[in-house]
């Protein structure tokens, strides 16, 4: 069965800290992407990446950062915490245009 | 500005009592609609893609439909297993290789 990790479930960090989500898919698949998830708000994009070393802005990347130094992982950078950053994170990757996603379980943050 | 909109926001059923969440976009060059469920404090899973207007997509009490404006997710004799938030995504040409998605759904089926 195809599976993208999210490497942890719950994260509770401090305000100032830098903080990774890592995110793993093992469909060899092109695109990952990035999702913050809000009550009200619904999915909004963060970043994207199509290949290897690419990164792509989403809606709101504003305090993030990303990195995809191998074709399977793609990490998100909280360069340093907020508490407006708390929220649930989603990872995704498809195989090319007009597939759809395939999501990880998510990482509840908690930004205290 | 294209938008992807869902209703209701929020849905109370009984068991049995079979019902459609709709899914309407305002999107150029449609590429894909895809619907999907997500259950609390899990990532959203994959249920149908449609491609264009005409076409249907079933999974057990589900049924997906597309015309060129909605897409109706209907379920019928729903049971309370079927309660979750149910998301839909369009695909634009525009976008690459994003999708738009709406706010979601949220089903409550009691027995």
């Known amino acids: 069965d195809v599976k993208v990790t999210q490497s942890s479930r719950y994260l509770v960090k401090r305000t100032g800290e830098k903080v990774f989500l890592e995110c793993v898919q093992d469909?060899?698949?092109?695109?990952m992407f990035w999702y913050r998830q809000d009550p009200g708000l619904g999915l909004r994009l963060i970043y994207f990446?199509?290949?290897?070393?690419?990164?792509e802005k989403g809606d709101i990347p504003e305090g993030y950062s990303v990195s995809r130094e191998k074709k399977e992982r793609f990490s998100l950078i909280l360069e340093s915490a907020s508490t407006n950053q708390t929220s649930m994170y989603l990872c995704?990757?498809?195989?090319?245009?007009?597939?759809?996603?395939?999501f990880g379980s998510g990482t509840r943050l908690t930004v205290v | 500005e294209d938008q992807v909109t869902q209703s209701p926001e929020a849905l109370r059923l009984q068991e049995g009592e079979s019902s459609s969440l709709n899914c309407s976009y305002t999107?150029?060059?449609?590429?894909?609609l895809f619907w999907y469920r997500q259950d609390p404090g899990k990532g959203p899973e994959f249920l149908f893609t449609?491609?264009?207007a005409g076409e249907e997509k079933e999974k057990e009490r589900l049924k997906a439909t597309l015309t060129k404006k909605e897409s109706f997710l209907h379920i019928t004799a729903p049971k309370p297993e079927d309660s979750a938030t149910y998301l839909c995504?369009?695909?634009?040409?525009?976008?690459?290789?994003?999708?738009?998605f709406g706010a979601g759904t949220i089903l409550r089926v009691k027995s």
């Open positions: 995704a990757s498809s195989f090319n245009q007009g597939y759809g996603y395939t």
């Open positions: 469909m060899d698949h092109e695109n």
């Open positions: 990446s199509y290949d290897v070393k690419m990164k």
């Open positions: 999107v150029s060059g449609l590429r894909g």
């Open positions: 449609l491609y264009s």
């Open positions: 995504a369009v695909h634009v040409m525009e976008y690459g290789n994003k999708l738009v």
